[in-house]
C-alpha cells in the first residue's frame, strides 16, 4: 500500500505540474472565454487524478477489472495528449529563451513590435490541436481498431509435402488475452468470420489469458465455437504461467496454470506441451509440434524443443507452434533445420504501427528482427501472427487484430511470396 501511496504521489504531482505549465501556455488563446476555459480545463485534471486514484486504491470489490483497465487507460491517455502539447509550448519557450539572451547580450537591442506576449499565440493553438490529436486517435484505436478483424491469406510451397496433404488450409489466431475485452459482441464476431473461413485446422500460439485462467470465463463460450475437421492445436505463451500476478503461494499459481490446461482441454483444444503429433491423410504423414514458451531476454524459456521434436524425424513436413519469434533465430533454425515452418504471435505488431504497401513499421521492430508476417531463411519459414486480441492499451491504430489463413501447396518454395 505504500508503494502505492508514493506512485500516486509522485504522478498526482507529475500532472499537476504539466496542468499548471498548460494552463499558463493555453490561456491566451482563449481571452474571451476564460471562465469556460478554466472551468472545462481544471475539470479535466480534477478527472484524471480522480480516475489515478480509483485505479490505484480502487479494490475489485469496490470497481470491476474492466473499469480498472478504462480507468488505466483514461489516464494513460491524458497523459501522452499533454506531454505532446508541453513538447510544443516548451519549444516556444526555448525559442524566445534564445531571443530575450541575444536581445540582453546587445545582438538584438531593438524591442520587437507589436503587443509583447509570453507565448506565442500561434504555436498555443498548435500546441492546443497537438495534445488533442492523440486523445481522439487512441479512443478511435479503441473503438474502432481493437475488435477489425482482418483475415490475412498466405500460400506456402513445400517441395516435400505430401500429395494428400496439397491444399490443407490451416487458419492461425494467437494472444488471445481474455483477460482484456471489454465487448463480448465483437469478439464474437471475430470467431464467426473465422469460421467462415472453413479451414481444416487451427492453431493457437500461446497468451490465451493475461494472468489468471479465471479471465476464460467468461468467453469460454465464445471459443468454444472454434474448431476444426483435423482438429485445434495450442501452445502456451509467456502470460499463461501467471508469472505477472501475485500469488498467495506458489501452489496457488501452479493451480491457476493447472486450471488453464483444463481449460484448453473443456474447449476443444489439443495443447501442445512441448510434445508433438502426426496426422495421416491417404496415410501419408504430417508433423505438429508444440513447444511451452521460449523467448529471449527476460521471458521465460519453459520450452523443450527435443521433448517436442520426439518421434517425428521420419514425417516430411514438420510444423511447429511456438509463441516468441526470437525462438526461430536464437534455437529453432541452428538445431533443427528440418522444421519447415514455424508459427508465433507475441509481438502483437506494438498494436500500433503503419502498413501500406511495402511501407511497414512498427516500434515492433526495434525488439524484434521477426514481428509480423511471413519471413524466410533457407529452407524454413516463419509466420509472425498480429495477434486476436490486446493488452494494455485496449485498441489496435494501423495494425489490426488478425486471423491468419495458411494453405499448403506441394511445389517450389521460391514461389512463397513474403509480407
Given at each position: 500500500?505504500?508503494?502505492?501511496?508514493?506512485?500516486?504521489?509522485?504522478?498526482?504531482?507529475?500532472?499537476?505540474?504539466?496542468?499548471?505549465?498548460?494552463?499558463?501556455?493555453?490561456?491566451?488563446?482563449?481571452?474571451?472565454?476564460?471562465?469556460?476555459?478554466?472551468?472545462?480545463?481544471?475539470?479535466?485534471?480534477i478527472?484524471?487524478?480522480?480516475?489515478?486514484?480509483?485505479?490505484?486504491?480502487?479494490g475489485?470489490?469496490?470497481?470491476?477489472?474492466?473499469?480498472k483497465?478504462?480507468?488505466?487507460?483514461?489516464?494513460?491517455?491524458?497523459?501522452?495528449?499533454?506531454?505532446?502539447?508541453?513538447?510544443?509550448?516548451?519549444?516556444?519557450?526555448?525559442?524566445?529563451g534564445?531571443?530575450?539572451?541575444?536581445?540582453?547580450?546587445?545582438?538584438?537591442?531593438?524591442?520587437?513590435?507589436?503587443?509583447?506576449?509570453?507565448?506565442?499565440?500561434?504555436?498555443?493553438?498548435?500546441?492546443?490541436?497537438?495534445?488533442?490529436?492523440?486523445?481522439?486517435?487512441?479512443?478511435?484505436?479503441?473503438?474502432?481498431?481493437?475488435?477489425?478483424?482482418?483475415?490475412?491469406?498466405?500460400?506456402?510451397?513445400?517441395?516435400?509435402?505430401?500429395?494428400?496433404?496439397?491444399?490443407?488450409?490451416?487458419?492461425?489466431?494467437?494472444?488471445?488475452?481474455?483477460?482484456?475485452?471489454?465487448?463480448?459482441?465483437?469478439?464474437?464476431?471475430?470467431?464467426?468470420?473465422?469460421?467462415?473461413?472453413?479451414?481444416?485446422?487451427?492453431?493457437?500460439?500461446?497468451?490465451?489469458?493475461?494472468?489468471?485462467?479465471?479471465?476464460?470465463?467468461?468467453?469460454?463460450?465464445?471459443?468454444k465455437?472454434?474448431?476444426a475437421?483435423?482438429?485445434?492445436?495450442?501452445?502456451?505463451?509467456?502470460?499463461?504461467?501467471?508469472?505477472?500476478?501475485?500469488?498467495?503461494?506458489?501452489?496457488?499459481?501452479?493451480?491457476?496454470?493447472?486450471?488453464?490446461?483444463?481449460?484448453?482441454?473443456?474447449?476443444?483444444?489439443?495443447?501442445?506441451?512441448?510434445?508433438?503429433?502426426?496426422?495421416?491423410?491417404?496415410?501419408?504423414?504430417?508433423?505438429?509440434a508444440?513447444?511451452?514458451?521460449?523467448?529471449?531476454?527476460?521471458?521465460?524459456?519453459?520450452?523443450?524443443?527435443?521433448?517436442?521434436?520426439?518421434?517425428?524425424?521420419?514425417a516430411?513436413?514438420?510444423?511447429?507452434?511456438?509463441?516468441?519469434?526470437?525462438?526461430?533465430?536464437?534455437?529453432?533454425?541452428?538445431?533443427?533445420?528440418?522444421?519447415?515452418?514455424?508459427?508465433?504471435?507475441?509481438?502483437?505488431?506494438?498494436?500500433f504501427?503503419?502498413?501500406?504497401?511495402?511501407?511497414?513499421?512498427?516500434?515492433?521492430?526495434?525488439?524484434?528482427?521477426?514481428?509480423?508476417?511471413m519471413?524466410?531463411?533457407?529452407?524454413?519459414?516463419?509466420?509472425?501472427?498480429?495477434?486476436?486480441?490486446?493488452?494494455?492499451?485496449?485498441?489496435?491504430?494501423?495494425?489490426?487484430?488478425?486471423?491468419?489463413?495458411?494453405?499448403?501447396?506441394?511445389?517450389?518454395?521460391?514461389?512463397?511470396?513474403?509480407?
Amino acid at each position: 500500500m505504500s508503494q502505492a501511496i508514493s506512485m500516486t504521489l509522485f504522478l498526482t504531482t507529475l500532472f499537476l505540474v504539466m496542468d499548471l505549465y498548460l494552463y499558463k501556455g493555453l490561456r491566451i488563446i482563449f481571452t474571451k472565454r476564460q471562465k469556460v476555459f478554466i472551468a472545462v480545463f481544471w475539470g479535466f485534471s480534477i478527472l484524471t487524478l480522480a480516475a489515478l486514484a480509483l485505479y490505484q486504491f480502487g479494490g475489485t470489490w469496490v470497481i470491476s477489472r474492466n473499469l480498472k483497465t478504462i480507468l488505466m487507460v483514461f489516464v494513460f491517455m491524458a497523459f501522452i495528449s499533454k506531454a505532446t502539447a508541453i513538447i510544443f509550448l516548451m519549444g516556444d519557450d526555448v525559442r524566445r529563451g534564445i531571443v530575450w539572451i541575444n536581445r540582453h547580450l546587445g545582438k538584438n537591442p531593438q524591442p520587437l513590435a507589436g503587443k509583447p506576449i509570453t507565448r506565442s499565440e500561434f504555436l498555443s493553438k498548435t500546441a492546443m490541436v497537438a495534445g488533442t490529436l492523440p486523445f481522439f486517435t487512441l479512443s478511435f484505436g479503441i473503438l474502432s481498431g481493437a475488435h477489425d478483424y482482418r483475415v490475412r491469406k498466405h500460400i506456402l510451397y513445400l517441395p516435400h509435402l505430401p500429395k494428400s496433404w496439397d491444399g490443407v488450409v490451416i487458419a492461425q489466431i494467437s494472444d488471445i488475452h481474455a483477460g482484456s475485452f471489454f465487448n463480448k459482441t465483437a469478439v464474437r464476431g471475430g470467431v464467426d468470420l473465422l469460421m467462415e473461413q472453413k479451414p481444416d485446422m487451427v492453431f493457437f500460439t500461446g497468451d490465451l489469458v493475461n494472468n489468471k485462467s479465471e479471465e476464460l470465463h467468461a468467453y469460454f463460450e465464445v471459443f468454444k465455437k472454434v474448431k476444426a475437421p483435423l482438429g485445434v492445436y495450442a501452445t502456451t505463451g509467456n502470460h499463461d504461467y501467471g508469472d505477472y500476478a501475485w500469488w498467495p503461494s506458489e501452489a496457488a499459481k501452479a493451480k491457476n496454470f493447472k486450471d488453464l490446461k483444463a481449460g484448453h482441454k473443456a474447449l476443444g483444444w489439443d495443447l501442445l506441451m512441448n510434445e508433438s503429433r502426426i496426422l495421416k491423410e491417404g496415410g501419408e504423414p504430417l508433423a505438429i509440434a508444440g513447444v511451452e514458451n521460449w523467448g529471449k531476454g527476460r521471458f521465460p524459456k519453459y520450452g523443450n524443443l527435443d521433448a517436442a521434436m520426439e518421434g517425428i524425424d521420419d514425417a516430411p513436413v514438420k510444423l511447429l507452434l511456438s509463441h516468441d519469434p526470437s525462438h526461430w533465430d536464437l534455437q529453432v533454425r541452428p538445431e533443427y533445420p528440418a522444421i519447415d515452418l514455424m508459427m508465433a504471435g507475441h509481438t502483437h505488431g506494438f498494436q500500433f504501427g503503419i502498413e501500406w504497401g511495402s511501407i511497414r513499421w512498427s516500434p515492433s521492430q526495434y525488439a524484434y528482427d521477426q514481428w509480423a508476417g511471413m519471413y524466410r531463411k533457407g529452407n524454413q519459414f516463419l509466420y509472425v501472427n498480429r495477434g486476436y486480441g490486446y493488452i494494455g492499451y485496449p485498441g489496435r491504430i494501423g495494425i489490426p487484430p488478425e486471423i491468419t489463413l495458411l494453405t499448403l501447396k506441394r511445389g517450389n518454395r521460391d514461389d512463397t511470396v513474403l509480407s
